[in-house]
């Protein structure tokens, strides 16, 4: 088959490889029919998250049809339709049975080296390194998708690939973090970045309560798709501090709470950029956290910093005594992405969230390489990139 592997730092390659095999009785086989790049994809293209070798199978977002069964699946049937979440859960250990999906204690077979890492381990995921067990992704023809019976979501409803496909990941992410707010009426809700995540959870916010949503990005496409999703916007570029020009647009108060929707490679002006650039080149420090400092002095006393962009590793000047002494909460996570697959399909039936709006760029598999030069270069105006097999 064909798939997009990752073939070292800023290159990738469709090639051909040997197609999946079942190897457990609980697994299947999907002919991908969608798949998609993701801010998160570019974190392994640039190198920050490894450990990688070449010729990694990429791709985290992906459905398509079940061509092929395990002995042991039960709900699944070949000819079936399915999503699959980025995360790879068992269904049956403690933090499965507590609906913590993306912290599976079960599908990580590379246990050893998260713990050194991370000190303990998430969940195995799809195309993510081999710190989350190295699984072959779904930029590819076909994906062997263990716990067949645990993750992929059914669709029935013969909505299109467009329509469904971010149930895999960046539409439960984005709702994962406005839920993380706790939204009440009358909140104000700041979110940095307008990438498809960040647009998610200005949309989530929205539906779940929130009264203004301030959306932070420098791109001014970007910017007004967000304002499209119901935000107000700030070019971060045309102030001179972020954090005092939301403390402002919030009567000197602050938001409810702040969405970090950026990540590990936070761009930024001035010093602190170039510090934080010149300690990850030295490799003092993994993660540049310059979006999310800003969320945390900016966040009202008592408020929630919601952080679903990706980190990695350490980040340095990180605002301790701000979150100590201005009683912030700071909840995180990689999605947890079964608990909202389902709820948030109801949301798309409704016509609550409408999920193409976010794709301005459709390619074929073999364009890979293409899609993520643009797509990491925010060329041609391009939120998200969808790539048919
Ligand atoms: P993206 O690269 O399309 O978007 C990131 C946006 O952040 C860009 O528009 C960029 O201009 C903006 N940005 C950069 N620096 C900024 C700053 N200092 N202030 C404000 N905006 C800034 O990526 P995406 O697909 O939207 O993903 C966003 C993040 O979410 C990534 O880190 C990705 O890895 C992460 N993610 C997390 C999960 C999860 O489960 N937690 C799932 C999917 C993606
Ligand atoms: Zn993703
Ligand atoms: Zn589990």
């Not at 507590?98 to 195309?127: D, I, R, T, Y």
């Amino acid at each position: 088959m064909k798939a997009n592997c990752w073939m070292g730092k800023q290159k990738v390659e469709v090639r051909d490889v040997p197609d999946p095999q079942i190897l457990n009785s609980g697994d299947a086989i999907v002919r991908i029919t969608s798949t998609a790049i993701c801010g998160s994809d570019l974190h392994l293209y640039n190198g920050y998250v490894k450990p990688m070798k070449k010729g990694d199978i990429l791709g985290h977002e992906f459905m398509g049809e079940v061509v092929e069964v395990g002995s042991g699946v039960r709900t699944l049937k070949v000819g079936d339709r399915v999503v699959v979440p980025f995360t790879i859960a068992c269904g049956a250990c403690w933090q499965c049975r507590h609906q913590n999906w993306s912290l599976c204690e079960n599908s990580n077979p590379n246990v050893a080296l998260a713990e050194k890492m991370l000190g303990h381990s998430g969940s195995a995921g799809f195309g993510y390194s081999h710190l989350t067990g190295g699984f072959a992704g779904g930029q590819a023809e076909y994906a062997r998708v263990p716990f067949a019976d645990v993750g992929p979501l059914k669709i029935e409803n013969g909505f299109s690939d467009e329509q469904v496909l971010f149930l895999s990941d960046i539409l439960p992410t984005g709702h994962m973090g406005a839920e993380m707010c706790d939204i009440r009426p009358g909140d104000t809700v700041a979110v940095w970045g307008c990438g498809p995540v960040g647009l998610f959870a200005i949309m989530s916010a929205r539906l779940l309560g929130a009264e203004r949503v301030i959306a932070i990005d420098r791109f001014e496409y970007r910017l007004e798709m967000a304002r499209q999703c119901g935000a107000e916007t700030l070019n971060y570029e045309t102030v001179d501090s972020v954090s005092d020009a939301v403390i402002e647009l919030t009567a000197g108060r602050g938001p409810d709470s702040c969405i970090d929707a950026v990540g590990l490679e936070a761009h930024g002006d001035g010093l602190e950029y170039a510090v934080d650039k010149a300690k990850q080149a030295l490799k003092i420090e993994n993660d540049r956290p310059i979006a999310l400092r800003q969320a945390i002095t900016a966040c009202r006393n008592g408020g929630t910093v919601s952080v679903i962009g990706v980190y990695g590793g350490l980040v340095d000047a990180l605002p301790m005594g701000t979150v100590m002494n201005r009683s912030l909460t700071i909840k995180s996570g990689q999605c947890h992405v079964h608990r909202y697959m389902r709820p948030l399909l109801e949301h798309i039936e409704n016509g609550d969230i409408d999920p193409t709006v976010v794709i301005t760029h459709r390619m074929k598999l073999s364009d890979a390489p293409r899609g993520y030069d643009i797509f990491l270069n925010k060329q041609d105006g391009c939120e998200k990139v969808v790539l048919s097999t």
